[in-house]
C-alpha cells in the first residue's frame, strides 16, 4: 500500500475505569513528556470530558507513516492494554489539505 505525505489525525477515546478525573490528569501530567518526541508527531491536545467520562487524545501526524509506526508502539499498545481504560477508540482521519489550508493548517 502506498502511504501519502498528507497530514493526518488520530482521535482516541475512551471512558475511565476505577480512576477519576484527578488521578488521570496526574498521570497525563506525568507522561506528557513521553509524547514530545515521537517522531512524526506535531502535537497531541489532551482531552476530558467530565459529564461523559469520556477522555483521549487528539494527534496530528505529519504523515500517515509516521502514525502507523506510532500504532505500532509500546505507547500505543499500552493505552489499548490499560485497565483503567474501557471501551477504547482509536480512529484514523486523514487532512484534507486544500480547505484546511483555508482555515489555517498549512
Request: proline fraction near 3%; hydrophobic fraction near 40%.
Amino acid at each position: 500500500m502506498l502511504y501519502d505525505d498528507r497530514m493526518h489525525i488520530l482521535i482516541i477515546n475512551f471512558h475511565l475505569k476505577e480512576l477519576g478525573r484527578e488521578q488521570y490528569e496526574a498521570v497525563c501530567n506525568e507522561v506528557a513528556e513521553n509524547f514530545a518526541g515521537i517522531p512524526g508527531l506535531i502535537s497531541k491536545h489532551w482531552l476530558a470530558n467530565e459529564d461523559t467520562n469520556t477522555y483521549g487524545g487528539v494527534y496530528v501526524w505529519k504523515d500517515h507513516q509516521s502514525l502507523l509506526d506510532y500504532k505500532n508502539s509500546e505507547i500505543f499498545i499500552s493505552i489499548l492494554e490499560n485497565p483503567a481504560f474501557d471501551n477504547v477508540q482509536a480512529l484514523d482521519f486523514e487532512v484534507l489539505a486544500e480547505p484546511s489550508s483555508v482555515t489555517g493548517v498549512g
